[in-house]
């Protein structure tokens, strides 16, 4: 087995709060503490927000524009929520961690983070489950393990046991 992957230096983790991502969060952290590695969290939010301005609902311009500014301001507000747990909880078990914000497409960016970041391993959780209620990433880790210069983990789904028949 590549040694990288038991003692990398540098993991890069995606992570945006589903539970899916926490399970990934949770690996992570436990083989960086266990390596005595350094964490890069990646928190993307996925461009296909940009066009939600409300304009099939919503009659004027300035509701629109209004619209629009509540919906940059939440989305801000959970990807700072969310990467101050995932630090949070990395600085308890003193690790060090960088974090990468990012908008635009997750697997693009994931890839940009890696160009720029050097990991040694990529930690992602997998894909939600068929069935089970919520936004299902566009990423395609199969697509993913051929593009990437270093391995890829990706973390089983606890809600996988839970989908619907």
């Given at each position: ?25 949770e ?7 266990e390596a005595?590695?350094?964490i ?13 301005r ?24 959970e990807?700072?929520?969310e990467?101050r747990r ?14 990468r ?12 983070a ?13 894909p ?5 209620p ?13 593009a ?18």
């Amino acid at each position: 087995m590549n040694a990288t992957l038991l003692s990398p230096r540098r993991i890069l983790l995606a992570s945006h709060g589903t539970p899916g991502a926490r399970a990934a969060e949770e690996a992570a952290l436990a083989l960086a503490e266990e390596a005595a590695a350094a964490i890069v969290l990646l928190y993307v939010v996925p461009d296909f927000w940009r066009g939600m301005r409300g304009d099939d609902w919503l009659n004027n311009v300035v509701t629109q524009q209004a619209f629009g500014d509540y919906l940059e301001n939440e989305l801000l507000r959970e990807a700072r929520k969310e990467v101050r747990r995932v630090a949070g909880e990395a600085e308890r078990r003193g690790i060090a961690m960088e974090i990468r914000a990012m908008f635009g497409r997750p697997d693009a960016c994931l890839l940009s983070a890696v160009a720029e970041t050097n990991p040694d391993l990529v930690m992602i959780g997998a894909p939600r489950p068929k069935g089970v209620p919520g936004y299902r990433s566009r990423m395609k880790p199969e697509s993913l393990m051929r593009a990437l210069p270093c391995p890829l983990i990706v973390v089983p789904n606890p809600l996988a046991s839970q989908k619907n028949p």
